[in-house]
């Protein structure tokens, strides 16, 4: 079975600052990976999903994702944050062929003025 | 086009009472899931439905009931509440089973049960 892990519970970064959040995943094969945003009151928003291919995945907001294989880890990064992208955020893993997505702990990131 | 929709968004049961939660979406989708929410855990799929009329058990089923009568409605109920299920529950709704393609959740419905 699949499982993800997120180390870093909160983390928080000036704006302005970069921001890396880690995900490790643990599964038999290549699993298909995706990165979620939960606002504050808001739901689940894809940020960006790799599947195959590059290994660097851009995504909305600014975002983007490197999967490497060697390390099992598909980590999340942006160059320079705003305020706005205080929120929680969700690594998920998947089998190709399936639906059903294992979700890590989540990372909430606050940013400080 | 609204999304996806969730009815209550908080809600505060006492131990033993019932309710129901409702999901919307309005993108004819026909795949749907609850999911719960509970700190340092993530998220977890209770129950998913794959089209009108079909639901099926997901990871954490037991103590919840779902139907799905109308294509673009998903509900979830708690015939008598626990504590245990105090949780933040999150529907979501996507066009296929394919992993590939997007779910798109709701706000959620926060509940607590005491």
């Known amino acids: 079975a699949q499982s993800v892990t997120q180390p870093d519970i909160h983390i928080t970064v000036s704006e302005g600052a970069s921001l890396e959040l880690r995900c490790n995943y643990s599964?038999?094969?290549?699993?298909?990976l995706f990165w979620y945003v939960q606002s504050p009151g808001q739901g689940l928003q894809l940020l960006l999903k790799?599947?195959?291919?590059?290994?660097l995945v851009q995504g909305i907001k600014g975002f983007e994702a490197e999967f490497k294989r060697s390390q099992s880890s598909f980590n999340l990064r942006k160059p320079s944050v705003h305020w706005s992208d205080a929120a929680e955020y969700f690594c998920?893993?998947?089998?190709?062929?399936?639906?059903?997505?294992?979700f890590g702990a989540g990372t909430t990131v606050t940013v400080r003025a | 086009n609204a999304g996806v929709t969730q009815t209550p968004k908080f809600r505060v049961l006492k131990t033993g009472q019932s309710m129901t939660l409702l999901c919307a979406q309005d993108?004819?989708?026909?795949?749907m899931y609850w999911y719960r929410q509970d700190p340092g855990m993530g998220l977890r799929l209770i129950h998913y439905?794959?089209?009108?009329?079909?639901?099926a058990k997901g990871e954490v089923p037991d103590g919840y009931n779902v139907s799905r009568l109308k294509k673009q409605n998903f509900l979830l109920g708690l015939e008598s509440a626990a504590p245990s299920q105090t949780s933040v529950y999150f529907c979501?709704?996507?066009?296929?089973?394919?992993?590939?393609?997007?779910?798109?959740f709701g706000p959620g419905t926060r509940l607590t049960v005491l």
């Open positions: 790799y599947f195959s291919g590059d290994t």
């Open positions: 599964y038999g094969a290549t699993p298909y």
């Open positions: 998920a893993v998947g089998p190709p062929g399936d639906y059903k997505l294992s």
């Open positions: 979501a709704s996507s066009y296929t089973e394919r992993i590939t393609d997007t779910q798109y």
């Open positions: 439905s794959v089209g009108e009329g079909t639901t």
């Open positions: 993108m004819n989708h026909e795949y």
